[in-house]
Every structure is written in C-alpha cells, then in structure tokens.
C-alpha cells in the first residue's frame, strides 16, 4: 500500500512540469492528498494538500499562486502542476495520504500525518 510519484524532469526557470500521484492496493477517493518535496540537506517541505471530498486545496506561500493540485478520483490519481518553475523548486517531490483528516484547511502540514510514501520524482529546475 503505497503512491507513487512521478512526471519529474528537468524544466528551465520560468518552465512547468506536471506530476502524478498513482495508488498501488487502495482507493485514493476518501484520502486527502499531500505533496511534499526534500532538497538535498533540507526537510521535508509540505507544497499542497488535496481535501477528499470538499474541493479545499492548500498551499504554503512558496508556491500558492504557482502550484495547482488537483485529483482525479476515477483515475486513482492525484496531480501537481507547477508553473513559473524556479531553481529554489529543485527536490525530490513525493505524495502522501493524509492519516489525521480527509479533508485540507490551511496549513502547514507536517509530514509526519501522512502515510503511503512512495519513492519520490526528481525535478530540477535549471538553466
């Protein structure tokens, strides 16, 4: 039981890069959907969290504006598009459910209320 994360790459600054969050063994539906992402020698950074049921999305500032989050619970799958890529964007990107609550108000989140990690997708943004 886990999500996997993947559609990273490399991107130029100014760029977009779309990401996937698939689930292997369980329905994503009554899950909220947490994207997260770790630079090298950095902690884990929470960038969205996709409600269940209520249409909520919530991001940090770094990236509202920038980010979308969406989900397609027919396709098991959750969704990142990021736009207006920047360098400070670089990490390894991963989803995650959210264990305390099924659905996403404010924020921070921290990483340590969601289970299911998978790997994650490297993107880099450079020029």
């Known amino acids: 039981v886990q999500l996997q994360a993947s559609g990273g790459g490399l991107a130029q600054p100014g760029g977009s890069l779309r990401l996937s969050c698939t689930a292997s063994?369980?329905?994503?539906?009554?899950?909220?959907i947490g994207w997260f992402r770790q630079a090298p020698g950095k902690e884990r950074e929470w960038v969205s969290c996709?409600?269940?049921?209520?249409?909520?999305?919530a991001y940090p500032g770094s990236v509202k504006g920038r980010f979308t989050g969406s989900r397609d619970n027919a396709k098991n799958t959750a969704y990142l598009q990021m736009n207006s890529l920047k360098p400070e964007d670089t990490a390894v990107y991963y989803c995650?459910?959210?264990?305390?609550?099924?659905?996403?108000?404010?924020?921070?989140?921290?990483?340590?209320?969601?289970?299911?990690w998978g790997q994650g997708t490297q993107v880099t943004v450079s020029s």
């Open positions: 995650a459910v959210y264990i305390a609550y099924s659905e996403c108000y404010g924020g921070p989140y921290n990483a340590g209320h969601f289970g299911a």
């Open positions: 063994g369980f329905r994503l539906n009554s899950y909220a």
């Open positions: 996709i409600s269940s049921k209520d249409g909520n999305i």
